[in-house]
């Protein structure tokens, strides 16, 4: 069977740079984003089983090289791409149909499955799970988000609030943007079922993170305008070359949970902190446009999140972090690692994306406009 290969593909990152991939893990990305376009992958491999063979063995080294060995941040890098190309399928982004012509692959299903395995074991040894299985749910929630609220400010908050030049700022938001401008999105992958307290709590904040339904209210609209003051892309995923791994991991990890039914209550638990701390991040990057006298459109999204997730961040506790505790006593434990689990991985993020901002204050990017 002849594969369609001369679909563009999906992801064009736009920002000018040197890879940050060694040439193999780039070739083995660039062959996987050929088979993605191929039609009907899964006959195309039984037939040609060898077209994947370079793919499936970079996989396997980077895997090793990221969770075993020196945790590579080419290999970690690498298998973030990959798993996001196949994650995104579960998403519909208004372009070519034949885009999704893989979209049920077996082959696709393998792949990811394969990262996470290994990922995610390596994810949880970063927490004593064991020592959150025994405390107290309630308690354990409630003193966190009392905690996470309003932090102390870090190194890096600091460093934002007070040092960040107008080039860290447009990096800021072109890696902040592959999340901005679709938000809430993976949010509505769990919203199906039962009707309860609980669902209707979750669909009131989806629907707030997408204005009531009117586009020009949606959370993503105020990000877009914030890429238009400084004349930058304000196309879905147009600067994905620039977001480091650490961010990727997030919304794959949000990705793998909401599809996951059984691991319900540790998404709604990462969303519960994701809501409450949102406003302290926030106020960093509000504080930063302020001091270098940007526009009020260059910051209006920090504002609406500041006074719209301090809501969100009550009623996700209150709504649906307790109550669910109490429905599900004996797996509500699950909401704490949740929680703990998302913490880690944003504090990562945030960490990996001042870096970038600090590099690239020295090393200036040409960050265009939308074609």
């Known amino acids: 069977m002849q594969g369609n290969t001369a679909m563009l593909p999906i992801l064009q990152g736009e920002a000018k740079h040197p890879p940050a991939n060694p040439p193999a893990y780039d070739e083995a990305e660039q062959r996987f984003v050929k088979l993605l376009a191929v039609e009907d992958l899964d006959h195309y491999l039984a037939v040609q089983p060898s077209a994947a063979t370079g793919f499936e063995q970079a996989i396997a080294k980077a895997i090793v090289e990221a969770y075993e060995q020196s945790g590579s941040t080419a290999a970690h890098r690498f298998l973030q791409r990959i798993l996001y190309r196949i994650n995104r399928l579960k998403l519909f982004w208004y372009d070519d149909l034949r885009h999704y012509t893989n979209e049920r692959s077996f082959y696709l299903q393998k792949v990811r499955n394969q990262i996470e395995a290994a990922w995610q074991a390596w994810e949880l040894a970063q927490l004593d799970v064991a020592a959150l299985q025994q405390e107290n749910v309630q308690q354990a929630l409630t003193e966190r988000c009392a905690r996470d609220l309003d932090p102390p400010l870090s190194a890096s908050s600091r460093y934002i609030q007070e040092q960040m030049t107008e080039a860290g700022y447009r990096l800021l938001l072109a ?15 769990i919203l199906g079922g039962a009707a309860n307290d609980v669902q209707c709590m979750l669909t009131r904040v989806l629907m707030e993170e997408y204005g009531g339904g009117r586009l020009a209210r949606k959370h993503s609209t105020f990000f877009a305008q914030m890429l238009a003051e400084f004349d930058m892309s304000t196309e879905p995923e147009a600067y994905f070359d620039l977001v480091p791994w650490e961010v990727l991991a997030c919304a794959n990890h949000n990705f793998l949970l909401t599809e996951r039914k059984r691991y319900f209550l540790r998404y709604n638990g990462g969303l519960t902190y994701f809501e409450v701390a949102g406003p302290a991040a926030y106020r960093n990057y509000l504080a930063a446009a302020q001091r270098l006298e940007l526009s009020a459109a260059a910051m209006g999204y920090w504002e ?22 109490a429905q599900y006593p004996d797996d509500a434990w699950e909401l704490v690692l949740g929680y703990d689990q998302e913490r880690l991985l944003g504090d990562r993020a945030g960490d990996a994306i001042v870096r970038s901002v600090q590099k690239a204050e020295h090393q200036p990017l040409a960050l265009e406009t939308a074609r």
């Open 175 to 189: 890696i902040a943007s592959f999340d901005g401008l679709v938000e809430g999105s993976r949010l509505s992958r």
């Open 304 to 325: 609406l999140h500041i006074k719209e997730d301090e809501r969100h961040g009550q009623w996700m506790l209150r709504d649906v972090a307790l109550p669910l505790a």
